[in-house]
Each structure stands twice: as structure tokens, then as C-alpha cells.
T-cell receptor, first 113, second 110 residues
Framework: SAVISQKPSRDICQRGTSLTIQCQVD?????MFWYRQQPGQSLTLIAT?????????ESGFVIDKFPISRPNLTFSTLTVSNMSPEDSSIYLC??????????FGPGTRLTVL | RKEVEQDPGPFNVPEGATVAFNCTYS??????FFWYRQDCRKEPKLLMS???SGNEDGRFTAQLNRASQYISLLIRDSKLSDSATYLC???????????FGKGTMLLVSP
């Protein structure tokens, strides 16, 4: 199965700034996704990163706040823009696994002060 | 009603015990079911898919009850290394419909 790496693994940021998270996969994949896991909450899908077109965002998430790039079949970035403390969370990149399961990257732990 | 509900636990069991978790889901159109395991400060990892006929993988047994809309995970002969949070995941159609429960924490003690 695919191996996913994410950078940075963690960061502490000031409110009002932006952070770009990178996701690299060791093989070409069709589907890439970005999830958020807030403390004590379930994993929530932010968007599907589409290669060559705009990402597909889930309800409650917008492109201005979470711009996503997907320049090829092995790489994607998620930017968390104009951050506030409420954006403190773990952000996880994921790709298709077997059947309709998915494989997660190691995550980026973000703290916004 | 929440889409996927799990008892958050923690379930505290001694080594060698048998423990079972249930998960209920609200969408009767759900087609795919999974159990993921998440260790502290790590990403979730697929433990097993859940099939209509039930399935077993070593010490782990998963079952699906469509009529009552729940899935279960049974762990036999618990090991210390089984300590983790177990996430129930349900999907109606495709990756974007994957819905995660908040997880059940299991603590296995010596």
C-alpha cells in the first residue's frame, strides 16, 4: 500500500498567519483527501484534492480558508489561512486504500496561539 | 442522532481478557464498514473491513447487523499492545462519504 509523508509534522503559529502543509505519496494515486481531527472529535473530511482541477470541499469548508493544490498524482498541499486558535487541530492527508478504505499520512499537529 | 456513535470508554481490561465494542450508525443506506485503530499521537490505521457475513482476523472478529444498524469488534486474548482507540467507520457510497465515529478507548493492563 502507499506510503504517505507530511511536512511539517507539527507547528506552532500566531493567529492571523497561514501555514502550508505538504503531502507526498510514494506512488501515483487517483484520490487524495485532507481531513481534520480536532481534540475529542471525530475525523472530518475537509476536501478531496483533484489533480488538474479545483478541490471539492465539504460542507463547512471553503477554498478561501483552506486552499488546496494538487499539481500531480503524488503530491498535494493544504494551506490553513488567516489562522485562529479554533484551527488548532491535527491535519491528515489520506489516499485511497483497498476497497473504499483510506490510508492516512502521519498528520500535522497545528497549534495556533 | 449522530451518524456514527461509539461508547468513548475507556474500557479497562486485564491481559488475556475478551472485550467487545459496538458501534451504531444512522444511515440505513450504508454499504461499507471498517474498524480503524489509532494509537496515541499517531494516525488511524485500518484494522479490518467488516463484511455482511462477519469476518475474523486472528484474535479480532468483526460483525455487521444491518437490521439493527450496528457493527461490533471482538478482541480475544487481549495484549498490552492492543491498547489504543478503535474508530468505527461507515460509508454509503465512495470515499467522500466515509463517516468516522469518535472512537472507543481500550486500555489493557498487566
Amino acid at each position: 500500500s502507499a506510503v504517505i509523508s507530511q511536512k511539517p509534522s507539527r507547528d506552532i503559529c500566531q493567529r492571523g498567519t497561514s501555514l502550508t502543509i505538504q503531502c507526498q505519496v510514494d506512488s501515483q494515486v487517483t484520490m487524495m483527501f485532507w481531513y481534520r481531527q480536532q481534540p475529542g472529535q471525530s475525523l472530518t473530511l475537509i476536501a478531496t484534492a483533484n489533480q488538474g482541477s479545483e478541490a471539492t470541499y465539504e460542507s463547512g469548508f471553503v477554498i478561501d480558508k483552506f486552499p488546496i493544490s494538487r499539481p500531480n498524482l503524488t503530491f498535494s498541499t493544504l494551506t490553513v489561512s488567516n489562522m485562529s486558535p479554533e484551527d488548532s487541530s491535527i491535519y491528515l492527508c489520506s489516499v485511497e486504500g483497498t476497497g473504499t478504505s483510506i490510508i492516512f499520512g502521519p498528520g500535522t499537529r497545528l497549534t495556533v496561539l | 442522532r449522530k451518524e456514527v456513535e461509539q461508547d468513548p470508554g475507556p474500557f479497562n481490561v486485564p491481559e488475556g481478557a475478551t472485550v467487545a465494542f459496538n458501534c451504531t450508525y444512522s444511515n440505513s443506506a450504508s454499504q461499507s464498514f471498517f474498524w480503524y485503530r489509532q494509537d496515541c499521537r499517531k494516525e488511524p490505521k485500518l484494522l479490518m473491513s467488516v463484511y455482511s457475513s462477519g469476518n475474523e482476523d486472528g484474535r479480532f472478529t468483526a460483525q455487521l447487523n444491518r437490521a439493527s444498524q450496528y457493527i461490533s469488534l471482538l478482541i480475544r486474548d487481549s495484549k498490552l499492545s492492543d491498547s489504543a482507540t478503535y474508530l468505527c467507520v461507515v460509508s454509503s457510497s465512495g470515499y467522500s462519504t466515509l463517516t468516522f465515529g469518535k472512537g472507543t478507548m481500550l486500555l489493557v493492563s498487566p
